[in-house]
Every structure is written in structure tokens, then in C-alpha cells.
């Protein structure tokens, strides 16, 4: 079994007009939600283990975040290009080529692309993936490549709002 843990940026500032997209930081929104949303993450089974993030500041600030309170899971992630992107389609891409000894995977992304993915490969619709809404999906293959429209099971779908 494969499991999928996708999490989307925390609320971003719009403070700065003139900033460019991948430069914006996180408000105190943000902040909060990140507080509140790293425990709850964790009880929903999010193991934070080879976790993959944007580049952009907003989604490695929201992992910081997340790891600033989980100090006992020492979580690491690696910075990957591809995921910086609002197109699910390059999402299928890089999910596809994913090492298979790799069971669990997370990933810090942003929308359209991840509410988008989750309703192309999920069994259950969502309407929308609120910034810091996290979701966990599950597909019983062995290869990543095996990956499909409807193959995965929703397990969890948090959002902030549930728990603020």
C-alpha cells in the first residue's frame, strides 16, 4: 500500500503587491494555522517522512512551521522545483516518478494542482483544499506508476476551521 500526504501552503501575505508569487511569506494567519494543524496532522497519521516541498517561501515556511511544533518528529524535507506549480498535471508527472521503495510521501504544495489531483486520483470529491488543509490518500499498488484516475481512498481531509 502507497500512501499519499499532500498538505497546502498556509495562508500567504498579499501585504507586498509588487513581491513576486514564489517570494510571498506566510501572514499570522499562517502562522496560527500551522500551530494548530501540526498536532492534528499527526493523529490523523501523517508519519512527516521523505516530505517534498515548493520552493516557494510560503510552503517551506508552512513545513517550518509544522516541524517548529512536532519538535519530537525532527522532520526533514527536501526542496523539489516540480512541485511549484498550480497544474495537476505536472503533479501526475512527478507522483509517477517517485522512487517504489518509497511507501509514504508528503508533499507541500499549492492549489488549483492539489485540490484538482485529489479529485482526479481520489474516491471521494473535494471542493476545495483550504491553505493548510491537509489530505491523506491511500492506493493499494505497489509502483507509484500504477497511479490513477479513482485509484486512491481518502483517509483524512483536515482544514483549519475544524479546529480553531
Known sequence: MKKLHLIRHAKSSW????????????????IASCRVMAPQMVKAGCCFKQVFCSPAVRAQSTIEQLSQHLPKAAIAWQIEHALYTF???????????????????????HNQALTDFCNQVGDQPIENIPTCGYVQLAFEHRSWQALSAGSAQRLSFLKPKMFM
Open 15 to 30: 501585504a507586498d503587491g509588487t513581491m513576486a508569487d514564489i517570494n510571498r511569506p506566510l501572514n499570522q494567519r499562517g
Open 87 to 109: 497544474d495537476s498535471e505536472d503533479l501526475w508527472t512527478w507522483w509517477r516518478g517517485l522512487d517504489d521503495t518509497l511507501s509514504e510521501v508528503v508533499i507541500v504544495g
